[in-house]
């Protein structure tokens, strides 16, 4: 791995948090709306893996999808504006913070329908296969969805008809409210894909290049028609399942515990270890990194509203 | 012309439409091997082969969600319900993805996808399997909803469907298949969202589809007799809903009556009811009638089941109350 690789790493680490952290603040300040999901303390899992992808690879995931939109290359300006409802957004303002997409970059969304978005992953990697190409999808989930009836039928489907689909677990230890022990009878979640004949492999979250070196695998698998493979990635969110989230089934002492582990500071450890860089220097990539955002949200603070028209916009394509 | 079922109509519109573009393909439970449940496709898993007739695991909701997720990345599926009883189990897939997809995303994704499904009841299967839920697809906005009464419309409607860039439910009411019609050799097109007037008359509106057109036409011949001249105007789609030749004819009219399977309450009786008194209040002359099945569910026990139903008896009643 080169050095520009992985400070690139870190500086988008760096920016999902960042992003998300004038998220919170702007929520707070009432210009944000709905419900808003902090992929904070995941970082290294969107970062890691969907670096290994190649360009012509489609990302789709549920409503935590801040990260992901960042890492395939989203304009931040765009993204912003999507969180403030703004008709400059990604999706015009009409999809808010779980429904960011980008097609042109092939980024299907944002979905909040816990598990659907498993489906709509299968149907495009079948259109990848029906077209003879050797494309990939890479399909972002939590833990608490590989409960739901979508997430069955999926595998299932993806193995009957070899279907080129990464199956991503990011078992970050609870949906919403309750434990992995208390939601599903198989707490060793990636023994859920042996059920349907799946490869599975269970990987460190919080170390980029092991989530890095686990997908190249798993997607090299694929193209090599091993068909569709299952990754659980182990994680743990930092904040809250949305914002208001009263945190009262975990412990302070746990989270503390696994902040010990944040995915940022274990690669920043490792930069200044094998002498990547100096502090001054990633200190630098994230005074840019807030230039960078300070901008953003001017973009989007600035950026008119969508038009009382667009209301009945996008509902067709042939009205 | 030749006098074809709706069936063979069906099939005719599908073998075009796979031959004319390959992105074109089948997908659902038992519609290869098998020939399709209502037989259909028969035929067709060995013509196209196993690529583009895709038997799938009885599994609904990644068949509507596949579905979604094969037309947003290009190909344009049409992914059968063997009935749309079992469309229930992927109401997600359906409502909050086909139709949602292309608003929820500021206009980013199109989904060019039809879901067949037969459906209606009638055919002493009991509760679970006689639903004529069309009304409640048709109540949101993002989905098409089409439902034809003639093998005509049929093929064209179809062809129709698989072509428009947008989420269309087809549905097919099972005992159309047998009901024959005119039908002319090769392509044409039926738009969605055009209403058609199916017999012309000057004393009450009766305005139906499906099989309740059927039914209604046979009550306008029976009605002529007695002297009374029905005009029938066919919505043929649901979503979006055509109101202009119903307005048209009731402007001449002054009467309706409406026609239609699914249960009376929240029906699209009540919507056309409503739509015609919002627009054409000026010329209304009486109540507007509703003939619908009853609010109980379909039993299995052969006259216990048809007293619940829509016939003409019923149609003619209804129309005699007004006229
Ligand atoms: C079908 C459905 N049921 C319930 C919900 C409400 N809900 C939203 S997120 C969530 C928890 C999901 O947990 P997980 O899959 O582990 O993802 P995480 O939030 O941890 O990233 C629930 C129950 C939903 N959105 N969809
Ligand atoms: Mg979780």
Known sequence: MDKETILDWYRQMVLIRRFEQRCSELYQAGKIGGFLH????????????????????????????????????????????????????????????????????????????????????????????????????????????????YFHESLNLSGVWDLPVLWICENNQYGMGTAVERHTAATNIMQKASGYDIPAAQVDGMDVFAVHEATQKALAAIRNGEGPQFLEIMTYRFEGHSMGDPLRYRTKE?????????????????????????????????????????????????????????????????? | MARITMRQALTDALREEMHRDERVFIMGEEVGVWGGTYAVTRGFYDE????RVRDTPISEMVIGGAAVGAAMAGLRPIAEFMTINFAFVAFDAIINHAAKMRYMFGGQMRVPLVLRAPGGGGRQLGATHSHTPDVIFAHFPGLKVVSPSTPYDAKGMLKAAIRTDD?????????????????????YVVPIGVSDVKREGTDVTIVAYAQGLQVALAAA??????????????????????????????????????????????????????????????????????VAQEEAPLPYSRELEQSALINVDKVIAAVKEIV
């Open chain 2, 221 to 290: 011949e029976k009605l002529a007799k007695e002297g009374i001249e029905a005009e029938v105007v066919d919505l043929r789609t649901l979503r979006p809903l055509d109101m202009a030749p119903v307005l048209k004819s009731f402007q001449k009219t002054f009467k309706a009556v409406v026609v239609e399977e699914g249960h009376r309450s929240y029906g699209i009786g009540a919507e056309i009811a409503a739509r015609i008194q919002e627009e054409g209040f000026d010329y209304l002359d009486a109540p507007i009638k509703r």
């Open chain 1, 38 to 149: 902090l992929y904070i303390g995941q970082e290294a899992v969107a970062v890691g893996s969907i670096n290994a992808k190649q360009e012509n690879d489609h990302v789709i995931t549920a409503y935590r999808d801040h990260g992901h939109a960042l890492v395939i290359g989203s304009d931040t300006n765009a993204v912003m504006a999507e969180m403030l409802g703004k008709s400059t957004g990604v999706s015009k303002g009409k999809g808010g913070s779980m429904h960011l997409a980008d097609v042109e970059r092939r980024f299907w969304g944002g979905h909040a329908v816990v598990g659907a978005h498993l489906s709509l992953a299968t149907g495009i990697a079948l259109a990848e296969q029906y077209q003879g190409t050797d494309a990939a999808v890479l399909c972002y989930f939590g833990d608490g969805a590989t409960n739901i009836g």
């Open chain 2, 48 to 51: 196209f082969g196993p690529r």
């Open chain 1, 254 to 319: 746990e989270v503390e515990k696994w902040r010990e582990d944040d995915p940022i500071g274990i690669l920043e450890r490792h930069i200044l270890a094998e002498n990547l860089a100096s502090k001054d220097e990633l200190e630098a990539i994230d005074t840019a990194v807030e230039t960078h955002l300070d901008e953003a949200v001017n973009f989007a603070e600035s950026s008119p509203l969508p038009a009382p028209e667009e209301l009945f916009t996008d509902i067709y394509v042939e009205n």
């Open chain 2, 167 to 187: 989420p269309v439910l087809f549905i097919e009411h099972a005992t159309l298949y047998q009901v024959r019609g005119e039908v002319p050799e090769g392509d």
